[in-house]
C-alpha cells in the first residue's frame, strides 16, 4: 500500500523520440487510477518507468515517499501484469502462481550474542518462504481469482480468461504495494472482458492496494477507475473521477474520447444578447439557459466561434410544435436492446447519433422510426459543451490542454459529404 507520486517526468527513446513529457500525478494510497488513450500515447511507457522498467529520462517517480529512479523493478514494492501473461507452458498453475514466492526473500530478526551467550540486540537476516507459506499464498490467491481447480493443470488446459486470473495471481502473491496492470483483457473476447471487469472491481475490493491500470478502451476506464487519466501525444489532458470527465471534459479530444457512441459536433457561433446567450443550429436558434447558461455568464464568455458537443444520450425525441426542435431524416438505425440508436442528418447536412431509450416506448412506435423517416430532435441545455473553435479548449475550464484533432478535420476535409435529399 503506498502513494506513488511522479513530478515532471518525462522520457525520451533515443535521441528524439518524445514518448511521455510534463506527466505530473499524485496517485493516492489506495486508488484505482486507470491511464487511458489512444495507441502510442504513452500509457505503457509511464507505467513501464514505474515499474523500473524503463529508464526515466527526467523528472522523479516516488513510491511510498521514496525516489525510486535508480531502484530495479524488485526493489520498488511493485507487482505487474502485462498483456500477453506469458505463463511458463511446462510448469503447472501453481508452479507458475508460486515462481515469484520461491525468489522472494523476508527479513527475519537473528539475535545477537556476546561471548558469554548473553543476547545484546538483534540483527536483520532474511530467508527463503517455506514451502507451507508458499502453498499458503498460492491458495489464497487461487480462492480469491476461482482457480482452485485448475492449480494442478498446465496453462494449455485453461481458457483465455482462466490464464489471464492466473497472470493476475502471481502478481497479486508478492503483496506488493503498488499493483501494475497493462491492458490485462486485451487477448479476451468481448463476453470474456465483461466478465472479467467485474472480477476486478470485485479483486480490487479484497486486495486492498494502489492499481494502476492501462488500458485504450473507455468503457474499461469508466468502470473501473476512481480517477481517470486520459492522455495524448505523451501528454496528459485531463485528470478526473469517470463522472467529471464525462460531465465536462477539458477539450475536444476528451469530449469524443470519453463516451460510446461519440459525441455529436456542431461547428457554430456562441452568441450574447440581452436574454443571455443562444447559438443557431442546423437552422434553428436554441437559447443556452439553466446552468450551462449561468456558468457561461459568471465566466463572462465573449460570443466567439465553437465547436459545440451534445451526447447522443441527452437528445430526445420531441416534435414539430417544439421552436427549438431540429428537423432530421433516420438514416441508419440499430437496435441495441435497451436503446435504439439512430443515424440522423439535418437540413443543414449534419449528421448526429441520438439514443433513444426504448423503455418508454412500445413496440409499433418503436416500429415507425425507420430509416427515410422525418423526426424533431431537442435537448436540454445543460447537456451542450462548447470548445473554442481554434484551440478546441473547453470554455468552462480553466488551464486545460490544447489538443487539436487535426487528423479528424483533414480527414474530414478529404470526404465531401454525400448529398442527402434536403428537409424544408
Ligand atoms: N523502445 C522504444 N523505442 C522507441 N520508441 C518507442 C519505444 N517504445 C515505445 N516507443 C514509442 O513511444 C510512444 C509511446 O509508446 P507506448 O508503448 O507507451 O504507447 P501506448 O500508449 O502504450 O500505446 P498502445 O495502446 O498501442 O499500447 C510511441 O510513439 C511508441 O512508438
Ligand atoms: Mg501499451
Not at 529508464?55 to 505487474?80: A, F, Y
Not at 426542435?325 to 440522423?344: D, Q, T, Y
Amino acid at each position: 500500500m503506498a502513494e506513488v507520486v511522479l513530478e515532471n517526468v518525462k522520457k525520451v527513446y533515443g535521441k528524439n523520440v518524445v514518448a511521455v513529457q510534463n506527466f505530473n500525478l499524485t496517485i493516492k494510497d489506495k486508488e484505482f487510477v486507470v491511464f487511458v488513450g489512444p495507441s502510442g500515447c504513452g500509457k505503457s511507457t509511464t507505467l513501464r518507468m514505474i515499474a523500473g522498467l524503463e529508464d526515466i529520462s527526467e523528472g522523479t517517480v516516488k513510491i511510498g515517499g521514496k525516489v525510486v529512479n535508480d531502484l530495479k523493478p524488485k526493489d520498488r514494492d511493485v507487482s505487474m501484469v502485462f498483456q500477453n501473461y506469458a505463463l511458463y507452458p511446462n510448469y503447472t498453475i501453481f508452479k507458475n502462481i508460486a515462481f515469484p514466492l520461491t525468489l522472494m526473500r523476508v527479513p527475519v530478526e537473528v539475535p545477537v550474542t556476546d561471548k558469554d551467550g548473553n543476547v545484546t540486540g538483534v540483527k536483520i537476516k532474511t530467508r527463503k518462504l517455506t514451502s507451507e507459506e508458499i502453498a499458503n499464498k498460492v491458495g489464497e490467491a487461487a480462492e480469491i481469482l476461482g482457480i482452485t481447480e485448475y492449480l494442478g493443470r498446465r496453462p494449455r488446459e485453461l481458457s483465455g480468461g482462466q490464464k489471464q486470473r492466473v497472470a493476475i495471481g502471481r502478481a497479486m502473491v508478492k503483496d506488493a504495494a503498488v499493483f501494475l496492470l497493462d491492458e490485462p483483457l486485451s487477448n479476451l473476447d468481448a463476453k470474456l472482458r465483461a466478465q472479467m471487469r467485474s472480477e476486478l472491481i470485485e479483486l480490487r475490493k479484497r486486495i486492498n492496494t494502489t492499481f494502476i491500470y492501462v488500458t485504450h478502451d473507455q468503457v474499461e476506464a469508466m468502470t473501473l477507475a476512481d480517477r481517470i487519466v486520459i492522455m495524448k501525444d505523451g501528454v496528459i489532458q485531463q485528470v478526473g473521477t469517470p463522472t467529471e470527465l464525462f460531465d465536462m471534459p477539458a477539450n475536444l479530444f476528451v469530449g469524443e474520447f470519453i463516451g460510446s457512441p461519440k459525441m455529436n459536433t456542431f461547428k457554430t457561433r456562441l452568441e450574447r444578447d440581452e436574454e443571455g446567450y443562444f447559438v443557431e443550429l442546423c437552422g434553428v436558434k436554441k437559447r443556452i439557459g439553466g446552468v450551462r447558461g449561468e456558468a457561461l455568464a459568471a465566466k463572462n464568455i465573449e460570443p466567439q466561434d465553437v465547436v459545440m458537443g451534445v451526447r447522443p444520450e441527452h437528445i430526445t425525441l420531441s416534435n414539430h410544435e417544439d421552436k427549438e426542435a431540429i428537423p432530421c431524416v433516420i438514416g441508419v438505425r440499430e437496435l441495441m436492446g435497451s436503446s435504439l440508436h439512430l443515424h440522423v442528418k439535418t437540413a443543414t447536412e449534419e449528421e448526429l447519433i441520438v439514443c433513444v431509450p426504448t423503455a418508454p416506448f412500445t413496440l409499433a412506435q418503436i416500429a415507425k422510426l425507420v430509416t427515410g423517416t422525418r423526426i424533431y430532435l431537442t435537448f436540454d441545455s445543460k447537456s451542450t459543451h462548447f470548445f473554442n473553435e481554434e484551440t478546441k479548449v473547453n470554455l468552462l475550464v480553466e488551464d486545460a490542454p490544447v489538443a487539436s484533432s487535426e487528423e479528424k478535420q483533414q480527414k474530414q476535409e478529404e470526404q465531401p459529404h454525400k448529398k442527402w435529399r434536403r428537409i424544408s
